[in-house]
């Protein structure tokens, strides 16, 4: 049974000057690639066996059986409930526990809106009676994604990209809440820690006017003037890909607005950056050996 984390991406600066050798890893369609011992590269694939076990078969004969987690404890048998009305409210009874709902404040009539559908067909605009509106944009296509069998979790690939997610460590057991209600709020009681939640106080309905500079959100007696915000630029102006296109996991280098260089480096669920320095020769390190330049002007040239 596998209990799923998110891996957190870790960022490593891999790019080296000419004479530095930096092997990169590799990844094989299909399979998860290890490391045998005289370094070189195995492809591995996982089954998953008629008992929920998974067996991890490599490409040099060896393999190996992962068992499945055990079943957790069952649960305490829960309790009926009965809800009875009262004026002003309902009382929830669960056993020896109850608590008083009170009946919510009803709310202020809303305004009707109209939905248009966009000339350029980029989205829709809605517009509503009280003058406030909001554009809608389409919405673009996803990717399908698949899972397989990783020992240190699942890999779920989505298009040219993949992941790890890996196992999980088995929680603690919980301790079971139970609600006391009062006049002023409630009492919730975990085992030997005990917390009180006060009632909150009723909100104020907002409202949004347009205005010269943006919008005029009004709550009660506040109000406030958001204003419009100014275009931003973009940060990466270029995307040079040394000698060309020569793998499907070229080494590419990104020039910014602020001048600087950076080198980028993608393997699977690793990310590579390196900052580059202007009139220096360099070498990627994808496996493709190329040599180019950054020269005195920010500017990449094969060499």
């Excluded at 004969?61 to 829960?78: F, I, N």
């Amino acid at each position: 049974m596998f209990k799923f984390f998110i891996l957190s991406l870790s960022f490593t600066l891999i790019f080296v000057s000419c004479g530095d050798s930096n092997p990169a890893l590799k990844k094989t369609e299909g399979t998860t690639s290890a490391l045998s011992p005289e370094g070189e590269y195995l492809g591995c694939t996982a089954e998953e066996l008629e008992d929920g076990n998974v067996k991890i078969i490599c490409a040099d004969g060896s393999e190996v059986t992962l068992a499945k987690g055990k079943d957790g404890k069952d649960g305490e048998d829960g309790q009926s409930c009965e809800v009875t009305e009262q004026v002003g409210g309902v009382l929830l009874t669960c056993g020896e526990t109850s608590a008083f709902i009170k009946h919510g404040v009803d709310g202020e009539d809303g305004s009707a809106c109209s939905v248009q559908e966009d000339e350029a067909n980029k989205g829709a605009l809605i517009t509503c009676s009280d003058g406030t509106m909001a554009f809608l944009k389409n919405g673009v296509d996803g990717k399908s994604c698949e899972l397989s069998a990783d020992p240190q979790g699942v890999v779920i690939t989505c298009g040219e990209e993949s992941q790890l997610v890996q196992n999980g460590e088995q929680g603690e057991q919980g301790e079971s809440c139970e609600v006391y209600q009062e006049s002023n709020g409630a009492t919730v009681t975990c085992g030997e820690k005990t917390a009180f939640i006060a009632n909150g106080n009723n909100g104020s309905s907002c409202e949004a006017i347009p205005h010269p500079d943006g919008a005029l959100i009004v709550c009660g007696d506040s109000s406030v003037v958001v204003k419009n915000g100014e275009d931003g630029v973009d940060a990466v102006v270029d995307v040079v890909d040394p000698c060309g296109q020569e793998t499907d996991y070229d080494e590419v280098v990104l020039v910014l607005q602020s001048g600087d260089i950076i080198a980028y480096f993608e393997n699977g669920g690793k990310r590579f950056l390196t900052s580059l320095d202007y009139n220096k020769t360099y070498q990627t390190t994808d496996g493709t050996k190329c040599k180019f330049k950054v020269t005195s002007e920010g500017e990449v040239i094969d060499l």
